[in-house]
């Protein structure tokens, strides 16, 4: 079993920055690929962004130039900063090992004034 401990959700007005945590201890951190996912009441869960374990980037079309996600093995941990926040950013976000079944439990962004 492979545990996520996720933080940094809050209600933020828009045009403003969060940054989200998310760490485990379960797995060889340095070699995982890992994605933030999001979901909105209502829609399905849609990719944010995801970095491999080669530092490769990829983005959303929505978040692109907004957010930027990150890693730092030394601490096992994976972030994802956003700026510039709006009204539909406004989700539950989960961070992911990608190719697994593995979730976070979601932390809650709310982006509204």
């Known amino acids: 079993q492979v545990q996520f401990v996720e933080s940094g959700g809050d209600l933020v007005q828009p045009g403003g920055t969060l940054r989200l945590s998310c760490a485990t201890h379960d797995i060889t951190f340095r070699v995982a690929n890992m994605a933030w996912y999001r979901q909105s009441l209502g829609k399905e869960r849609e990719m944010v962004a995801t970095?491999?374990?080669?530092?490769?980037?990829t983005y959303a079309d929505s978040v692109k130039g907004r957010f930027t996600i990150s890693r730092d093995n030394s601490r096992d941990s994976v972030y994802l900063e956003m700026r510039s926040l709006r009204p539909d950013d406004t989700a539950t976000y989960y961070c992911?090992?990608?190719?697994?079944?593995?979730w976070g439990q979601g932390t809650q962004v709310t982006v509204s004034s």
């Open positions: 992911h090992l990608i190719g697994s079944p593995y």
């Open positions: 970095i491999d374990w080669t530092g490769l980037i």
